[in-house]
């Protein structure tokens, strides 16, 4: 059995570097601009853009520029001096009632080629609506919309709930698209992250024009889904590859106790809603009442009480060397980062960062740069970034920078 650590000091916060020009047009007198000692490393925490409506994902453009999801429907694009675009053309229609919406964000392994962006996002159709994945190509001359958009994935069945959708997208290092699909949170939808037959509460693994990958696990067996990687998942809204093995990692929420970080695995099944070392809402036992269940995998990690993760990243940079390979995750319910030290599959260490600043971090991700960018989940959310706060060593010539 994996058992939670004890939360480490309470910590936080970000950045050596930031260009000045990326504050203009921000208010100073709101803007976040905060150093604190952590464990690691003296950080500083600034904010880098604001005016965004809870903003939902985030990818690197390679000109250093971002886009990133508002939940209500609109894709932006944000300029590496933190100025936000109007809303882009093109993007899919959205259920953007409770936590559906525009979700994750996406760039194509070949972007710089072939300019595909994918997105994430609550699809209404009949019966409801359901996490579905789309694509579409960001004109190199006219950046304003996406063209040639087509739904790549969408998943079924629809129903009439407006929660728990997932949904994460994360490219693996042979271009399969792993995409994280919620267990649409009912009690009478729930049960089918059990079934094969259906998306609900699954992993799917998919080829980027939404093909299915002839390995995947359940190719070919009756009455299964040849998208599915894995199931028996609740609702995960941070993944990521492990830098060094390329291997997909991520979380998912519990329920009132037991959010979970999984390495899933081919045809495994994860145990929801049969097990979980969480309860329900209302305090009754979840499934049998058992944490674990023979046939079922155990998280590497869990959280009890709930910290609702959400966003999650590996650290690789040089810019704050104490952080190097350990992990990330943003807190919604308790609203912090975590840091992680990893040493293989096992989570040895935990620290709370940034819970001064009474923010939900929706998405946590590692920029060019080598800061860390972070999204908080507001009505007026932001985009932080987080460096080191010591200065840089002097030149040759006895100058800084």
């Known amino acids: 059995m994996r058992t939670a650590l004890p939360a480490l000091a ?60 508002e939940r209500g429907g609109n894709l932006r694009i944000v300029s590496p001096e933190g100025e936000l675009s109007d809303p882009l053309d093109g993007v899919p229609e959205v259920d953007a009632r409770n936590q559906g919406g525009l979700l994750d964000v996406a760039l194509d392994p070949n972007f710089e080629e072939n300019r595909l962006v ?51 997208l994360v490219f693996d290092n042979d271009g399969h698209l ?30 980027p024009d939404g093909s299915v990958p002839d390995d995947n696990p359940f190719v070919g067996q009756e009455g299964a889904l040849p998208e599915i990687w894995s199931y028996g998942h609740r609702n995960s809204q941070g993944a990521a590859l492990h830098p060094e093995t390329g291997v997909f990692w991520m979380h998912e929420h519990g329920p009132k106790g037991g959010d979970e970080i999984n390495i899933p695995e ?34 590497i990690y869990y959280w009890t009480p709930s910290i609702g993760p959400s966003g999650m990243a590996f650290y690789t940079a040089d810019a704050i060397p104490g952080w190097q390979g350990d992990l990330f995750i943003g807190g919604l319910a308790i609203p912090k980062l975590v840091r992680l030290e990893i040493d ?13 600043l009474g923010l939900r971090i929706r998405d946590v991700v ?22 080191s706060a010591v200065e840089e060593p002097a030149t040759a010539t006895g100058q800084t920078d």
């Open 266 to 299: 081919a045809g495994k099944n994860y145990g929801w809603p049969v097990v979980s070392y969480g309860v329900n809402y209302d305090g009754t036992p979840v499934g049998t009442g058992e944490q674990t269940a023979q046939g079922m995998e155990e998280p």
């Open 118 to 168: 994918y997105l994430s996002y609550a699809e209404p159709g009949e019966g409801g609506n359901s996490t579905a994945v789309a694509r579409g190509e960001l004109a190199e001359g006219d950046p304003s919309r996406l063209a040639n958009v087509e739904v790549i994935f969408s998943q079924e069945p629809k129903l009439p709930s407006t929660a728990h959708f997932g949904s994460c």
């Open 366 to 387: 590692q920029g060019p740069d080598g800061a860390l960018y972070l999204l908080t989940d507001e009505p007026d959310g932001e985009i932080l970034r987080i460096t």
């Open 10 to 69: 309470t910590t936080a916060l970000t950045t050596a570097a930031l260009a000045t020009t990326a504050l203009i047009g921000i208010d100073e007198a709101r803007a976040v601009d905060k150093t604190f000692e952590t464990d690691k490393a003296t950080i500083r925490v600034q904010t880098f853009a604001k005016g965004l409506s809870h903003p939902w994902g985030l990818a690197f453009l390679p000109d250093g520029g971002m886009l990133v999801t």
């Open 178 to 207: 792993f995409v994280t699909l919620g267990e649409r949170y009912d009690e009478e939808f729930r049960t089918q992250a059990q079934d094969l037959d259906s998306h609900l509460g699954k992993v799917v693994r998919i080829h």
């Open 344 to 356: 293989g599959q096992r989570v040895t260490a935990e620290e709370d960062l940034i819970a001064a």
